[in-house]
């Protein structure tokens, strides 16, 4: 039980807290008051004031964190402006995040996001330039009788150029393009004898286990891949191209994730594969025990998600922040505090629902539903 739990701690902290951070910049550096930065909801563990008066804590449920500003009301960061006015003196107003140009608080919002963006974006970057990247091409070694890619027209020894249209650079690129896809048919893009072909597949799903032994219903489409002539082509990247390829990494899993979850609101994705708090411990333990560099990758694709799940215009999100402030850009003047208020109920609502949804799947996964 602790080989799950401590990864996972260890996961929730470093990426919680990179985001908070970028809350926390930006708001020192426009000057806004921060009266809390904690790791954690409820009840302190412990906890230390710097000399600027900011109380740094860990609390006991380790599943997000806030950065609380001076003269917020709650964790939300939800004030009435006009109570601030009777309440604070002109100094004290100087520190009031709720008074500062609208810019400064979008930034201060945003920058949580973006600094799980950068964060995985370092991470990848670390990894191309100390550890390497597989650019093997992706060359088919054997396609199974009757399977999809047989009726398709796929061959032994083409060579697996694109699918659905994002270039394959790697053999590693294949099943995480396959399992990303949520159409009906996937597009192949293969070389066969220095000529492109265009094939469209129909995957089957099957239920089967992951390579933590996890069971998924998995896309297959019955190939087998090895590397040209046997040779791998790993490599360590110079800084330039180690950048190129973390932020295109950063840019694939973030646009990949809206693909999947629009269509899993449609229907056409697989909506059992969305986890909780649990199943991200259960993975983290048995990804830390491939060791430190499937760990730290598995952080980044996770800052991702948090930095992604955060931009949605939910009341409560900093997504949601946002677009109170687009609104206020529009209009001339923020929300009325009962406005805000109801859209804050509604994103509870939407918040809880998904949680709900989610834990449900974790439970299921452990086999108790």
Not at 10 to 21: D, G, N, P, S, T
Not at 56 to 73: A, H, N, Q
Not at 253 to 259: D, E
Request: net charge positive.
């Amino acid at each position: 039980m602790l080989s799950f739990i401590l990864p996972f701690i260890v996961l929730i902290l470093v990426v919680v807290f990179i985001h908070e951070y970028g809350h926390y910049y930006f708001a020192k550096k426009y000057g806004v008051g921060v009266t809390d930065f904690s790791i954690g909801f409820g009840k302190e563990l412990f906890g230390w004031n710097d000399k600027s008066g900011t109380r740094w804590k860990i609390c006991w449920i380790p599943l997000g964190g806030y950065v609380k500003f001076f003269g917020d009301r709650n964790v939300f960061s939800q004030s009435d402006q006009e109570e601030i006015l009777k309440k604070y003196n002109q100094e004290e107003r100087e520190k009031l995040f709720i008074l500062k140009p609208l810019y400064q608080r979008a930034i201060i919002v945003a920058a949580g996001p973006i600094a799980n963006f950068i964060l995985a974006a370092f991470i990848f970057l670390f990894i191309y330039m100390f550890v390497g990247k597989d650019f093997t091409p992706a060359v088919i070694n054997e396609v199974q009788i009757e399977s999809p890619a047989a009726e398709a027209g796929i061959k032994k020894n083409d060579i697996i150029l694109e699918i659905d249209g994002t270039e394959v650079k790697s053999i590693l690129d294949v099943s995480k393009l396959i399992t990303m896809s949520t159409s009906e048919y996937i597009d192949f893009k293969v070389s066969r004898y220095d000529q492109d072909l265009l094939l469209k597949v129909k995957p089957k799903i099957v239920s089967a286990e992951d390579n933590l032994g996890n069971k998924i219903n998995k896309r297959i489409i019955g190939i087998k891949l090895g590397a040209f002539n046997d040779q791998v082509n790993h490599v360590k990247l110079g800084p330039a191209k180690a950048l190129y390829y973390s932020l295109n990494e950063v840019y694939f899993v973030t646009t990949s994730s809206l693909k999947y979850l629009g269509s899993m609101l449609f229907g056409s994705a697989d909506s059992s594969q969305l986890g909780g708090p649990i199943r991200i411990a259960k993975i983290s333990g048995q990804v830390a025990q491939f060791g430190l560099i499937p760990f730290l990758s598995m952080m980044a694709y996770i800052s991702i998600s948090l930095g992604l799940i955060n931009l949605f215009p939910i009341p409560l999100l900093d997504g949601g922040h946002l677009m109170f402030y687009g609104f206020e850009k529009v209009l001339g003047k923020p929300l009325s505090q009962k406005t805000q208020e109801g859209f804050f109920r509604i994103g509870m609502f939407l918040l809880l629902s998904l949680m709900f949804f989610a834990t449900f799947n974790d439970l299921k996964d452990l086999g108790l539903f």
